[in-house]
């Protein structure tokens, strides 16, 4: 069970705009930690896709975009491409577990 | 260009002991930490712990303390992950990344990733 609660899954057509959610409580995400988000595409590591809840490192797309209130998260990607298939995975910092935590991980499926 | 690259795969039996490696290239291999994330099969991300190389302090997620050992060698700019008795259930995919510290406290994100590391554990 992780600490931050992802959709197992989510899908939808090219060119359209798909949202993930990543869901904390007052010890993480709710906290002053920021959230990072990050995509892993089959059968490779994990890249880091958002930082600081709402920057793009150099190379990401402005598809990409990144949002945090309360103790919630979302990706938003618009403009899907196949290529945009993979897993992606919200992580923060609890301050009671003392932990870098993950969520379980969203998996995107582009029809 | 900034990387980590890891050690290959492993297949192992119950009860053997197992070191795996991370080598920093590009950077300042002790400025920054490391950390140690798996992945069982078909799921998602745990930290296990994080290693400062430059004094080799380490710290340890409660679920993975006293479960493994992380270590590293500045000179050699590798860190560590080892298993004095490994288990069937720790057949996972381990990754190392870099923690990148900004702000304040315990604000790091993973910015460099390794190519991962397949542990597997069989009789």
């Known amino acids: 069970q992780s600490v931050l609660t992802q959709p197992p899954s989510v899908s939808g057509a090219p060119g359209q705009r798909v949202t993930i959610s990543c869901t904390g409580n007052?010890?993480?995400?709710?906290?002053?930690?920021?959230v990072h988000w990050y995509q892993q595409l089959p059968g490779t590591a994990p890249k880091l896709l958002i930082y600081?809840?709402?920057n793009r490192p150099s190379g990401v797309p402005d598809r990409f975009s990144g949002s945090k209130s309360g103790t919630s998260a979302s990706l938003a990607i618009s403009g899907l491409q196949a290529a945009d298939e993979a897993d992606y995975h919200c992580?923060?910092?609890?301050?009671?577990?003392?932990?870098?935590?993950f969520g379980g991980g969203t998996k995107l499926t582009v029809l | 260009e900034v990387q980590l690259v890891q050690s290959g795969a492993e297949v192992k039996k119950p009860g053997e002991s197992l070191k795996i490696s991370c080598r920093g290239f590009?950077?300042?291999?002790?400025?920054?930490?490391i950390a140690w994330v798996r992945q069982m099969p078909g799921k998602g991300l745990e930290w296990m712990g994080t290693?400062?190389?430059?004094?080799?302090?380490?710290s340890y997620s409660p679920s993975f303390q006293g479960q493994v050992t992380i270590t590293a060698d500045k000179d050699l700019n590798v860190a560590y992950l080892q298993w004095s008795s490994l288990k069937a259930s720790d057949t996972a995919m381990y990754y190392c990344?870099?923690?990148?510290?900004?702000?304040?406290?315990?604000?790091?994100?993973?910015?460099?990733w390794g190519q991962g590391t397949l542990v597997t554990v069989s009789s």
């Open positions: 990344g870099r923690q990148y510290y900004y702000g304040s406290g315990s604000q790091r994100r993973f910015d460099i």
């Open positions: 590009g950077y300042s291999f002790t400025k920054y930490w």
């Open positions: 290693i400062y190389p430059g004094d080799s302090e380490a």
């Open positions: 007052g010890s993480n995400i709710g906290t002053v930690y920021d």
């Open positions: 600081g809840n709402n």
């Open positions: 992580q923060s910092y609890d301050s009671s577990l003392r932990a870098w935590v």
